[in-house]
């Protein structure tokens, strides 16, 4: 298969077609969004207590390893299907990623005194080893693809195959309405395997985008998809990747204008989100822009999946700090953090988009 071709199945949007990204943030725009947000109170999010008990119930049935382990197979497998439903079947793509020398291309860019946070070394998404394992890092595209086929149908029956990329449209369409100026300096925290990286340099082709993540085996394969990429346009971007944490990456104070964490949070204890805001804030210059594109706790798409006990709870065995970040109250914290108020805008039923500047 061309490179091209290749890059062209790997890839949720063409690099081909450039879109750039005009900001038109307007006082009135950025009004009408705070004003169609939905009411928000973290209160309005805790359980009546005849869900606690069912939750505690159910909990326990999921504590039992073997019932634990049928249903994430099962899971993974309704992924897997959905995946062939769409047109993205998993086998010919993982087949072909299996073939890489991946353990060599990983010793470049691992750095081995990092510490990892002991939340990121639990079983994590049905992998035993969580994100520090190749299964996930191989198949983490095909995933996104899967998992966000029915975010736009807010019965979550229908499948878009397309789901993920308008998804990733929704987020960058909507932030470039709330940015005060046009970045030309990003940093993507939570990267994976780059397709938000990626998916920020189509929107500012003239900015240098730092995709960080503490997986090294995701960065290795976002080198991977770097240099398809850059093959298949016959130049090198203005892209890179770096193993670091999100809470201290190393890079240097002031020198940012946008840091995004697209759909990171919801994978994060709350104690951790509030160490990568805080890093955010040191990392951006002033008036620099903070967008967050997340599952909205606050949609009634998610709230009927969290009144459904038995779906959330098998929901959270593989999302295990989702309740927290659920209950958190993420746009307080980021105005506590040194942020303005964030304005908010849907970017699927169940999604938002939030942007705050640094104050
Ligand atoms: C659901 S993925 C999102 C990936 C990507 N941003 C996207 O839009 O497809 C969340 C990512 O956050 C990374 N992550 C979790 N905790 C992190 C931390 N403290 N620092 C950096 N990356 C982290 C995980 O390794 C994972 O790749």
Same mark, same amino acid.
């Given at each position: 298969?061309?490179?091209?071709?290749?890059?062209?199945?790997?890839?949720?949007?063409?690099?081909?077609?450039?879109?750039? +990204?005009?900001?038109? #943030?307007?006082? #009135?725009? =950025?009004?009408?969004?705070? $004003?169609? &947000?939905?009411?928000?109170? %973290?209160?309005?999010?805790?359980?009546?207590?005849?869900?606690?008990?069912?939750?505690?119930?159910?909990?326990?049935?999921?504590?039992?390893?073997?019932? /634990?382990?049928?249903?994430? $197979?099962?899971?993974?497998?309704?992924?897997?299907?959905?995946?062939?439903?769409?047109?993205?079947?998993?086998?010919?793509?993982? +087949?072909?990623?299996?073939?890489?020398?991946?353990?060599?291309?990983? !010793?470049?860019?691992?750095?081995?005194?990092?510490?990892?946070?002991?939340?990121?070394?639990?079983?994590?998404?049905?992998?035993?080893?969580? &994100?520090? %394992?190749?299964?996930?890092?191989?198949?983490?595209?095909?995933?996104?693809?899967?998992?966000?086929? &029915?975010?736009?149908?807010?019965?979550?029956?229908?499948?878009?195959?397309?789901?993920?990329?308008?998804?990733?449209?929704?987020?960058?369409? !909507?932030?470039?309405?709330?940015? !005060?100026?046009?970045?030309?300096?990003?940093?993507?925290?939570?990267?994976?395997? @780059?397709?938000?990286?990626?998916?920020?340099?189509?929107?500012?082709?003239?900015?240098?985008?730092?995709?960080?993540?503490?997986?090294?085996? /995701?960065?290795?394969? $976002?080198?991977?998809?770097?240099?398809?990429?850059?093959?298949?346009?016959? =130049?090198?971007?203005?892209?890179?990747?770096?193993?670091?944490?999100?809470?201290?990456?190393?890079?240097?104070? @002031?020198?940012?204008?946008?840091?995004?964490? +697209?759909? *990171?949070?919801?994978?994060?204890?709350?104690?951790?989100?509030?160490?990568?805001?805080?890093?955010?804030?040191?990392?951006?210059?002033?008036?620099?822009?903070?967008?967050?594109?997340?599952?909205?706790?606050?949609?009634?798409?998610? =709230?009927?999946?969290?009144?459904? *006990? /038995?779906?959330?709870?098998?929901?959270?065995?593989?999302?295990?700090?989702?309740?927290?970040?659920?209950?958190?109250?993420?746009?307080?914290?980021?105005?506590?953090?040194? /942020?303005?108020?964030?304005?908010?805008?849907?970017?699927?039923?169940?999604?938002?988009?939030?942007?705050?500047?640094? &104050?």
């Amino acid at each position: 298969m061309a490179v091209s071709s290749m890059a062209a199945l790997a890839l949720p949007f063409s690099l081909a077609t450039r879109i750039r +990204c005009n900001v038109i #943030s307007t006082e #009135s725009q =950025q009004q009408t969004f705070s $004003a169609t &947000n939905e009411a928000s109170s %973290s209160s309005a999010l805790e359980g009546t207590p005849a869900m606690n008990l069912a939750t505690g119930v159910v909990n326990s049935l999921f504590s039992f390893k073997p019932f /634990f382990r049928f249903a994430s $197979a099962t899971a993974r497998q309704m992924l897997i299907r959905r995946g062939t439903e769409i047109g993205h079947p998993w086998d010919p793509e993982l +087949c072909k990623l299996r073939l890489h020398d991946w353990d060599s291309a990983l !010793k470049v860019v691992q750095d081995n005194d990092l510490e990892y946070p002991e939340y990121y070394l639990k079983p994590f998404h049905a992998y035993d080893n969580g &994100n520090l %394992s190749w299964d996930a890092a191989l198949e983490v595209e095909l995933a996104a693809k899967s998992v966000h086929a &029915n975010v736009f149908d807010p019965k979550r029956k229908e499948l878009d195959p397309n789901g993920d990329v308008r998804l990733r449209e929704s987020y960058h369409e !909507k932030m470039c309405t709330m940015l !005060k100026c046009t970045p030309r300096a990003v940093v993507d925290i939570g990267c994976a395997t @780059g397709l938000s990286t990626f998916g920020l340099h189509q929107y500012f082709p003239d900015a240098t985008v730092i995709g960080v993540d503490l997986s090294p085996y /995701f960065v290795t394969v $976002a080198n991977y998809r770097l240099k398809e990429h850059s093959e298949a346009l016959g =130049q090198k971007l203005p892209v890179h990747f770096m193993h670091a944490a999100g809470e201290y990456t190393g890079l240097p104070s @002031g020198a940012f204008d946008l840091v995004s964490l +697209c759909l *990171v949070c919801h994978e994060l204890p709350r104690s951790a989100t509030k160490q990568i805001i805080e890093e955010a804030q040191r990392l951006l210059k002033p008036g620099g822009a903070l967008a967050i594109m997340e599952m909205n706790p606050y949609s009634s798409s998610l =709230q009927r999946m969290v009144n459904n *006990v /038995f779906a959330f709870t098998a929901f959270k065995a593989t999302e295990p700090y989702f309740d927290d970040y659920r209950t958190f109250g993420l746009e307080n914290a980021i105005e506590s953090l040194g /942020f303005s108020s964030p304005i908010q805008a849907e970017s699927s039923p169940s999604h938002r988009t939030l942007v705050a500047h640094k &104050n």
